[in-house]
């Protein structure tokens, strides 16, 4: 059955008529308009009623992985052409995630904060967002979120496929790889950074399920980005197309009205979080969705990634958590394929909207898979009850574990007990910070061995600032040659979508913010139930309240000086994990264009 055709809206009621072409107040559409005739524009352009769009142009020399939409923007100039619009590109500030010292995370809220203004401030009637590298989806998607006129995104796509000596090199995961074999003395630098380089064949994004693919694969799940359109590998000729594509129904976008706010409800944010488990997302995706949903008005909690996502099963079969890559899970069907098999059994919202005017069920139920070693079946997937789960107790609020990163050797080792199953004790080796830990991992002081606990404190919103990815930790050079590849690490930083270490992170609060972390001391025991969902430090109440009383007398968890006015703004307004990490107070301008 064809969509019902939303009613279009009358060209007089274009919000760029209010800045190019506003007969009560000449003086200021003179003003307006005359600059932007300077370089070629006619007045007719800009006066007969045409949709003004957007090009969030998040590319740049400086930020590679998104590089590429510096060539994909002409093609989505090209199709607001088509469609009748007039494009505006405007640059957006760089997030590069392996470039931006100290963490990239720190300017999302920077990026949302600018954009916000540039959205808000300029004849725009509606924007296209080009996505890629991990934090560009959230902060494009979240200013949108706030300002709320019509939006798309769209990828830039994951490079082609990394290969060395014959094995396939995903982004981040090989380098997590590489550097056991190198500290195993297995390989010298320049071999390691050889293999790491291997990764990295062709432009875009991580080719891995990282941050980067989860993010943009949820951005297609909530509605935002064309179907199909955001596992198409960069180079591919499919991504100029959907480049095209993706301008000329921005256009068509605007004439219907069609805001973020009709899109991103709280059916699509279920259906991102379901979607999220069956691709292997990332553990940084509840922190950027939780962060969207609470700035279009939307209550999503940590809980709700439990209870909505924990039980669905891994369907793709992609680094970090499977063996394949970006072009595989392409061919294969890409995030259509993944949606289809979840409508099949009755997961997905089928009637949420998306930006093409039709909802997920008419767009995706039809998708086939091409490749099943790729996208399994919903009934033999690669592991059953993929999901995260929350943790609780005195180390924490909230902390987030992604279960199907849990390797047959984790299990045997922590899990298995009969006795106590899913549930583990072990002595506590705290590092405060990941400078700390690169110190003194080695330090055969510290005596750690099987049973031993990392911690990772201070690497939080106000810890760092920004939030490290630092907490999946390795461990120390003598235990890998033994054989221990992983000990169980716990923190109130991040990890990076590309490990596949079952990590307990996002700790909310962090140390700095007077969460259970700061109080912990080495050699002290916790108790880990996954089972009860619980995360405890093994001490009385008395002996955590007097530590909590010295904590208060020193003046808190102490944290470096900020280096930057920025670092110094975002510790004082910001959130925790758990909740978005947003800035304080930001949920409230929701939908501020309509004001
Ligand atoms: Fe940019 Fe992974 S580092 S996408
Ligand atoms: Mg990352």
Request: aromatic share 8%; proline share 5%; with cysteine.
């Given at each position: 059955m064809a969509p019902t055709p939303r009613p279009r809206i009358d060209?007089?009621?274009?919000?760029?008529?209010?800045?190019?072409?506003?007969?009560?107040?000449?003086?200021?559409?003179?003003?307006?308009?005359?600059?932007?005739?300077?370089?070629?524009l006619t007045q007719a352009e800009l006066q007969a009623g045409k949709p003004l769009i957007g090009?969030?142009?998040?590319?740049?020399?400086?930020?590679?992985?998104?590089?590429?939409?510096?060539?994909?923007?002409?093609?989505?100039?090209?199709?607001i052409t088509a469609a009748g619009g007039v494009a505006f590109e405007f640059p957006c500030h760089p997030i590069q995630e392996t470039g931006k010292r100290p963490t990239a995370a720190l300017d999302r809220n920077l990026a949302y904060l600018s954009l916000v203004e540039v959205l808000y401030g300029y004849p725009l009637d509606g924007v296209v967002l080009l996505t890629g590298c991990d934090k560009t989806m959230p902060a494009c998607l979240m200013a949108a979120a706030t300002v709320n006129i019509p939006a798309i995104s769209l990828n830039v796509g994951p490079m082609l496929n990394g290969w060395s000596r014959g094995e396939r090199t995903g982004s981040g995961t090989v380098v997590w790889k590489a550097r056991e074999r190198h500290a195993a003395g297995d390989i010298d630098?320049?071999?390691?950074?050889?293999?790491?380089?291997?990764?990295?064949?062709?432009?875009?994004?991580?080719?891995?399920?990282?941050?980067?693919?989860?993010?943009?694969?949820?951005?297609?799940?909530?509605?935002?980005?064309?179907?199909?359109?955001?596992?198409?590998?960069?180079?591919?000729?499919?991504?100029?197309?959907?480049?095209?594509?993706?301008?000329?129904?921005?256009?068509?976008m605007v004439w219907e009205d069609l805001k973020p706010s009709d899109i991103l409800t709280r059916e699509a944010f279920e259906n991102a979080i379901v979607a999220n488990t069956a691709i292997g997302g990332s553990t940084n995706a509840p922190i950027h969705i939780n962060a969207i949903a609470k700035l279009i008005g939307v209550p999503l909690t940590c809980d709700d990634w439990e209870r909505v996502g924990y039980d669905i099963p891994?369907?793709?079969?992609m680094q970090p958590a499977g063996a394949y890559l970006g072009e595989e899970y392409f061919r294969a069907g890409g995030l259509p394929a993944v949606i289809a098999e979840l409508i099949e059994a009755g997961k997905i919202h089928a009637d949420a909207l998306t930006c093409n005017g039709r909802t997920i069920g008419e767009n995706c139920r039809e998708a086939r898979t091409w490749d099943r070693e790729v996208i399994k079946p919903y009934s033999e997937p690669l592991r059953e009850r993929?999901?995260?789960?929350?943790?609780?107790?005195?180390?924490?609020?909230?902390?987030?574990?992604?279960?199907?990163?849990?390797?047959?050797?984790?299990?045997?080792?922590y899990l298995s007990n009969p006795n106590d199953p899913y549930a583990f004790e072990g002595r506590v080796v705290v590092f405060d910070g990941p400078e700390d830990y690169h110190h003194?991992?080695?330090?055969?002081?510290?005596?750690?061995?099987?049973?031993?606990i990392l911690i990772m404190r201070g690497a939080g919103p106000i810890g760092y600032p920004g939030a490290a990815e630092v907490v999946n930790m390795q461990p120390p050079g003598a235990l890998i040659r033994r054989g221990v590849l992983s000990l169980p690490c716990i923190g109130d930083g991040r990890q990076s979508g590309t490990s596949g270490t079952p990590s307990i992170l996002n700790a909310s609060p962090e140390a700095a913010a007077g969460g259970g972390l700061a109080l912990l001391q080495n050699g002290d025991r916790i108790r880990i139930d996954l089972n009860k969902r619980q995360a405890d430090i093994l001490l009385s109440d008395e002996e955590l309240a007097r530590r909590r009383e010295d904590l208060a007398a020193r003046g808190g968890y102490p944290y470096p000086a900020s280096q930057t006015?920025?670092?110094?703004?975002?510790?004082?307004?910001?959130?925790?994990?758990?909740?978005?990490?947003?800035?304080?107070?930001?949920?409230?301008?929701?939908?501020?264009?309509?004001?």
């Open positions: 060209p007089s009621r274009l919000r760029s008529r209010l800045w190019f072409d506003n007969p009560d107040n000449p003086g200021m559409t003179a003003l307006y308009l005359e600059r932007y005739l300077n370089y070629g090009i969030a142009q998040t590319g740049s020399d400086l930020s590679p992985c998104n590089r590429h939409h510096m060539e994909l923007a002409k093609r989505v100039r090209d199709g630098y320049q071999q390691f950074l050889d293999i790491v380089a291997s990764s990295a064949p062709s432009t875009g994004h991580c080719n891995t399920m990282g941050t980067a693919s989860t993010m943009n694969a949820l951005a297609e799940a909530l509605g935002m980005a064309l179907p199909g359109s955001a596992a198409i590998p960069a180079p591919y000729r499919e991504r100029g197309q959907a480049a095209y594509a993706t301008g000329q129904r921005i256009v068509e891994l369907l793709v079969n993929a999901g995260f789960l929350n943790l609780k107790g005195t180390l924490f609020d909230s902390a987030i574990m992604k279960t199907s990163v849990i390797s047959r050797e984790f299990y045997d080792r003194r991992i080695d330090d055969p002081a510290l005596d750690i061995d099987e049973n031993t006015p920025w670092q110094a703004i975002q510790r004082a307004m910001v959130e925790q994990l758990s909740e978005g990490m947003i800035l304080r107070g930001s949920d409230a301008f929701q939908k501020v264009a309509q004001t």
